[in-house]
């Protein structure tokens, strides 16, 4: 079979599987490469490159910083901070949440930026009277736009930036991308503040992250604790658990105020079938509720083994507890790796290893807690899908659709070219990953600037535009989807508030990006 034929017959298959969603991302990304090997279009060597590319390495890092942030409860304390200042107006908590993801987003990525992000907006949706699904719908699409501020704000960026590179010509600054990105967020805003109250439903949701101050005040509630009992602090924390069928604490007299078997944790309340048990003579039974303090390690380590069922993971509640133990580290260590990168000094995949490295060295996270933190399909989605990109100029394929698209709209206008390829962009980016999409286009859009003899660096740049315009679909990035159940959202509903997104991203894309980046 031709080459360009089996290239596409390929990609074709990707998108099919990336769509019917039935497939793992990271299986289709690796099927791909073995595809290309298999066929004969790519080397082994060529085929398994994009697992040691300078790019997929850099994202990695990225992963471990943001959860070092988010661990150490440098995001909450921000939330907090912030949010608690736009007061209790729909419009002021909206304006103030979505700078506030922007900002995050554009340091640790959209995903980590939302996720760390949407207990804290649940929190204050609810202690404002408005319902969540007002709010983190926004939240998530302001973060998409938040991720043109800045390099690190999403893969795309450091795709486009290497792209331009090895077209010949420069890469993008750490912060050029701002400078398409403050006008995407302002304008993204207005249409949340103006028009999203009748663009989004009203709804109560099934399920609700937990509120750290909630879950305390209902433990003072339900097991009469003292109100002068600090139950949660930097240090300590606290936590229910359930004594499990045959645990081996059975049979043990533990009792409110007397310390575990280990000796690490403290007895705050026993509870049998919703009676507080009091007396030192008293032995557990399966089924018997404690409430235990004691530090936060102390409290992961124990709810971890299997002679409790934990109610509240420990590890999930130290997060609500706004600049914990090592917060001062991993704000330093963010810091330098800004430097770093805004000033070149190193490469980018330099920067986030030293960053990553001094994450674990200075103890912040623990070497398996780094390695965890890491989306690993994100990586292999990534790693797989770039020599996709390698065939696509190796066997002629980008010049082919390239020629095939410049058929269609004419060689007279790289206004109308560009207009094409970010109309097939946002198309594609709504159906399959984002970051799939733009390594797929990036070298069509760098044959068609070639053949047009004008610059790629503004096709590059509203890609990584038009890769963020992913708001129709709930399935189109992981942020959509992680608000939809909270918000109690429809699969129809993201394209109502989304349609007026997307259509400002390709208007600043094909018309205010060539004007920065000239032809």
């Given at each position: 079979m031709d080459p360009v034929a089996t290239t596409l017959v390929i990609l074709g298959l990707a998108i099919l599987a990336f769509v019917s969603n039935r497939v793992p991302l990271g299986v289709v990304a690796i099927g791909v490469s073995l595809a290309l090997w298999a066929t004969g279009l790519l080397g082994l060597d060529e085929a398994l490159a994009g697992f040691g590319d300078p790019t997929v390495v850099f994202i990695a890092t990225l992963f471990v910083v943001g959860e070092a942030l988010d661990s150490t409860g440098v995001t909450a304390w921000a939330g907090q901070q912030v949010i608690a200042r736009g007061g209790r107006d729909r419009r002021s908590l909206l304006a103030v949440i979505g700078i506030l993801v922007a900002v995050l987003t554009a340091l640790i990525s959209v995903n980590g930026a939302v996720a760390a992000l949407l207990p804290v907006v649940v929190v204050v949706a609810a202690r404002a009277g408005i319902a969540p699904s007002q709010m983190l719908m926004p939240l998530a699409f302001s973060a998409h736009a938040g991720s043109m501020l800045a390099l690190t704000g999403t893969p795309v960026n450091i795709i486009v930036s290497e792209a331009a590179a090895d077209a010949g010509e420069r890469?993008?600054?750490?912060?050029e991308f701002a400078l398409v990105g403050v006008p995407l967020l302002l304008g993204s805003l207005a249409i949340i503040l103006l028009v999203g109250r009748r663009l989004l439903p009203t709804r109560i949701p099934s399920a609700l992250p937990q509120d750290l101050a909630d879950l305390t005040a209902t433990l003072r509630a339900q097991y009469a604790l003292p109100t002068d009992t600090e139950l949660v602090t930097v240090e300590r924390?606290?936590?229910?658990?359930?004594?499990?069928?045959?645990?081996?604490?059975?049979?043990?007299?533990?009792?409110?105020?007397?310390?575990?078997?280990s000796g690490d944790l403290v007895v705050l309340a026993v509870q049998r079938s919703g009676e507080d048990l009091t007396a030192p003579d008293d032995t557990l039974r399966a089924g018997d509720i404690l409430v235990l303090s004691g530090s936060w390690e102390r409290l992961q380590h124990h709810t971890a083994r299997d002679e409790v069922l934990v109610v509240d993971d420990p590890a999930t509640l130290r997060r609500g507890v706004p600049l914990g133990v090592g917060a001062r580290r991993t704000l330093v260590i963010l810091v330098g790796m800004i430097l770093l990168l805004a000033t070149g000094l190193v490469p980018a995949a330099v920067a986030g290893l030293l960053a990553a490295v001094a994450i674990v060295l200075t103890g912040v996270l623990t070497p398996n807690e780094a390695y965890r933190s890491v989306s690993w399909t994100t990586v292999v989605l990534v790693g797989g899908m770039i020599p996709l990109s390698t065939a696509f100029v190796?066997?002629?394929?980008?010049?082919?659709?390239?020629?095939?698209?410049?058929?269609?709209?004419?060689?007279?206008?790289?206004?109308?070219?560009?207009?094409?390829i970010c109309v097939l962009t946002v198309l594609l980016s709504q159906l399959i990953s984002n970051t799939a999409?733009?390594?797929?286009?990036?070298?069509?859009?760098?044959?068609?600037?070639?053949?047009?003899?004008?610059?790629?660096?503004?096709?590059?740049?509203?890609?990584?535009?038009?890769?963020?315009?992913?708001?129709?679909?709930?399935?189109?990035?992981?942020?959509?989807?992680?608000?939809?159940e909270p918000g109690g959202y429809r699969f129809g509903d993201y394209w109502k508030l989304g349609l007026p997104l997307l259509l400002l991203s390709l208007a600043l894309a094909v018309f205010y990006v060539p004007l920065v980046w000239s032809f």
């Open positions: 890469r993008f600054g750490f912060f924390g606290v936590t229910e658990v359930m004594v499990p069928p045959r645990s081996p604490l059975i049979g043990t007299h533990l009792f409110p105020g007397m310390a575990t078997p190796s066997t002629g394929t980008a010049d082919a659709i390239a020629d095939a698209l410049l058929g269609v709209v004419g060689s007279g206008s790289a206004h109308v070219a560009l207009l094409a999409t733009v390594l797929i286009m990036v070298p069509i859009a760098i044959v068609v600037a070639t053949d047009l003899e004008v610059s790629v660096l503004p096709f590059l740049m509203a890609l990584a535009v038009c890769g963020a315009a992913s708001f129709l679909t709930p399935v189109a990035t992981a942020a959509n989807t992680m608000v939809m």
